[in-house]
């Protein structure tokens, strides 16, 4: 599905990734961690097409990425600088689909759809204003989701949410997952978060010049909740391993 082969990446002068190579098979959710600085953001964004890579190569599909792919849509951290405060929730959803050529009557379905999946059914004709940041987020998850992407970036998405806010949006993105089998890399900072949503881990050293130092498969059941699969000795074991490594970059 995704593949990196030697993607390097720079600011000017200044190192930021250094020979990334990656496969991501359909239907996985990657994470990515590492620590701060180390350029988590910038090598989404580079996977986005949104900074083309200096060095190497980046496939979708087996197609180059030399601009955004198609069927790919990304969650960022400022969900609510990345929703327009002047549409409704409704509006803000479809938007993607005015790209399809499809009537108005026809986008509203699919984004009061989209929203009830998210379970926001009742508030479709609000404005971003008017809800709360673990609502935005939903909606921000429900406006990328509508265009059925086959590949989905999440970059830090749940950073500044309340614990239980950001339980509840780990578990409806596990659902997700589950239901539609796309393809996510998801960029955190949280330990724990990595490992209880991701079915692979890997980690990012220190900076200048990032790379891959860690790269582990999460062996824990499919069906995952908030206190029990976080008690299991298997999380706790690989949660250990993923923060050595963050720590110690290698």
């Known amino acids: 599905m995704l593949r990196l082969d030697s993607v390097r990446q720079r600011y000017g002068d200044h190192p930021v990734l250094d020979g990334i190579s990656l496969t991501v098979p359909d239907g996985q959710l990657l994470c990515v961690v590492g620590p701060s600085g180390c350029g988590k953001s910038t090598l989404l964004r580079t996977i986005a097409g949104l900074l083309p890579a200096h060095e190497g190569t980046i496939t979708v599909d ?17 969900y609510g600088r990345s929703l327009l405060p002047w549409l409704t929730v ?14 108005r009557a026809a986008r509203h379905a699919e984004a009061e759809a989209i929203l009830e999946r998210v379970g926001l059914s009742g508030v479709a004709r609000r404005h971003p204003r008017q809800l709360s940041g673990g609502m935005q987020q939903r909606v921000a998850i429900a406006r990328a989701l509508v265009c059925r992407p086959s590949l989905l970036l999440m970059d830090e998405p749940f950073g500044s949410l309340d614990a239980r806010t950001r339980e509840d949006l780990e ?4 659902e997700v997952h589950r239901a539609d089998g796309t393809t996510i890399v998801f960029v955190t900072h949280d330990i724990d978060e990595s490992v209880y949503v991701g079915d692979r881990v890997v980690v990012l050293s220190h900076g200048p010049g990032s790379r891959v130092v860690r790269d582990l498969a999460v062996d824990l059941p ?17 949660r250990t391993e993923v923060g050595r490594a963050v720590r110690h970059g290698e």
Not at 98 to 103: E, Q, T, Y
């Open 222 to 238: 499919g069906e995952r909740d908030q206190i029990g699969t976080r008690g299991l000795p298997g999380f706790v074991a690989l």
């Open 171 to 174: 578990d409806l993105l596990l």
């Open 90 to 103: 409704r509006d803000n959803v479809a938007l993607p689909l005015r790209r399809r050529g499809l009537r």
């Open 62 to 78: 087996g197609t180059p990425v030399t601009g955004v792919p198609e069927r790919l849509a990304v969650v960022f951290q400022e």
